[in-house]
Nanobody, 123 residues
């Protein structure tokens, strides 16, 4: 069984930065892919970024150049570094893990999910 836990959310002013962390047990990121998704009130959950087991990354267009997904060297953690935050980035952010090497952008392709962490960007 894979257990996923996110942390690092909070309240930040527009233009600020936050780093989200995703810790997983039961599936190491050297052999499993991970993704970050977000869900704003009244909207569907949407893809943000993903990283494959080899370290290849992919992003939704709206965050390219502002967000960076990465893996820790020594720990089984995936990070989402967010810069130049905008009010429209406000959402609950979820980390998801799939027990395959390749990353995907669809919610249905991920098997294990964390509980989510709130990110609020004030204008």
């Amino acid at each position: 069984q894979v257990h996923v836990v996110e942390s690092g959310g909070g309240l930040v002013q527009a233009g600020g930065s936050l780093r989200l962390s995703c810790a997983a047990s039961g599936c190491t990121f050297s052999s499993c892919a991970a993704g970050w998704f977000r869900q704003a009130p009244g909207k569907e959950r949407e893809f943000v970024a993903a990283i494959s087991s080899s370290g290849a990354t992919t992003y939704v267009d709206s965050v390219k150049g502002r967000f960076t997904i990465s893996r820790g060297n020594a720990d089984n953690t995936v990070y989402l570094q967010m810069y130049s935050l905008k009010p429209e980035d406000t959402a609950v952010y979820y980390c998801a893990v799939r027990p395959y090497q390749t990353a995907r952008v669809a919610v249905r392709d991920y098997n294990y999910w964390g509980q989510g962490t709130q990110v609020t960007v004030s204008s």
